[in-house]
């Protein structure tokens, strides 16, 4: 992890509510949406995906509020840990939710057993950023290193849950090791929720970069996983909310494509607007 130098200008914060949210805005707005979201599992493959966005957007938040004081490689390695801590407590998410299910039978309220993982990693992810701030112990002295931490945590798990709520249709543990862990979809969804938490940043690092860039980055990564997710979706046939599965998955490909899209010209576009000046330089010419 490497630590770069020059002093950090802090953003104006406006009064009220700001399009887009402010850190605290969305993260209340994101959290509270994508858990709710979370909790029916029966939803559309689309509705799902809205959740996932949000909470994707919302851990890349918390990376570049945590990066931006200094951390160089340390960018990519905490949106790595962001979805570590996701995987981890998705699993125990899940597990909570089938221990419910033997309990109390298949009631509508045992998807939020799931949440319980959520609180879990916003724990751990609590505990892990007192540790590398305390002087005595790592000391990495970073403001605010323990809300975002505590953060990516939530973030990571809601994200990860989604994706499995997506793919297998439900959180029961069983169905989930069978259509999203075991076959090895899980490492797909890992490395692009990676990527949409630290890649935007990692992208757009620099003197001018700009948080309303950095976001357009995340929601586009976040499109094309929708479109894998979708692809898988309509591939396993799973039925949910009453529409087949292929319909599902062909309107989830429909919608991270869209997404995708006009996420990736507006973000060229925003990059020509802002750039001092764009040079054509043509192709490449080669030495005969």
Known sequence: ????????????????????????????????ISAVILIFPGLPAVIKAVGLILALVWGMDSVRKTSKYGLGTGVPSIGVLAMGYGIVGALVGIA????????????????????????????????????????????MKIPKLEQGMTELGMAGTI???????????????????????????????????????????????????????????????????????????????TTTWGVSGVVDGVLLVIFGAVVWLVCFVKFVRMCFEEAYSTVGTGMIKTIE
Do not use: W
């Not at 009631?107 to 305390?134: F, K, T, Y």
């Not at 709520?165 to 029961?172: E, F, H, K, M, R």
């Not at 992208?203 to 894998?228: H, K, N, Y």
């Open 1 to 32: 992890m490497t630590v770069g130098g020059g002093p950090v200008v802090e953003e104006e914060k406006a009064e009220g509510f700001t399009i887009p949210p402010d850190v605290k805005q969305l993260g209340i707005i994101a959290g509270v």
């Open 96 to 139: 909570l939710v089938s221990k419910v299910v033997s309990k109390v039978g298949d009631s509508v309220l045992a998807p939020a057993a799931a949440l319980g993982g959520v609180l879990l990693m916003g724990v751990v992810g609590l505990v892990s950023g007192v540790l590398s701030n305390h002087e005595k112990i790592i000391g």
């Open 159 to 237: 994200a990860m849950l989604l994706q499995f709520s997506i793919v297998a249709g439900s959180l029961n543990f069983d169905v989930v090791l069978d259509k999203a862990i075991s076959n090895g979809l899980i490492a797909v969804m890992f490395i692009l929720s990676c990527m949409a938490m630290f890649h935007p940043y990692n992208a757009c690092l620099g003197p001018d970069e700009r948080r309303p860039r950095t976001m357009i980055v995340s929601v586009e990564v976040s499109g094309l996983l929708c479109v894998i997710l979708g692809i898988v979706v309509a591939a396993v046939a």
